[in-house]
């Protein structure tokens, strides 16, 4: 099993910044894809951000250029710092991580509790 603990959401103003974080517990050996999904009230949940166990990372259209997916591997934790954040960004943000990138993309294996991120006009 593999716990993941979020960290980082909060509330910003329009064009701000903020950096998530997502620590990764237990059998870590089993994880070769992680990402960022977010929710937004009314919405279906979508993938934003995904990084593979080689680095491979890869955005949503919507947040490329504007967030980045990293990770140090030694802390097993995974991170997304998100730049130039707008309004429509406001979702409860949630880490996932699964056996292979197909599995990410689709039932994610484990997921994190969420954390909220708020932008304001």
């Known amino acids: 099993q593999v716990q993941l603990v979020e960290s980082g959401g909060g509330l910003v103003q329009a064009g701000g910044s903020l950096r998530l974080s997502c620590a990764a517990s237990g059998s870590t050996f089993s994880i070769n894809a992680s990402g960022w999904y977010r929710q937004a009230p009314g919405k279906q949940r979508e993938l934003v951000a995904a990084i593979s166990s080689g680095g491979i990372t890869n955005y949503a259209d919507s947040v490329k250029g504007r967030f980045t997916i990293s990770r140090d591997n030694a802390k097993n934790t995974v991170y997304l710092q998100m730049n130039s954040l707008k309004p429509e960004d406001t979702a409860v943000y949630y880490c996932?991580?699964?056996?292979?990138?197909?599995?990410?993309?689709?039932?994610?294996?484990?997921w994190g509790q969420g954390t909220q991120v708020t932008v304001s006009s």
């Open positions: 996932a991580a699964g056996s292979s990138d197909r599995v990410l993309r689709t039932t994610p294996d484990y």
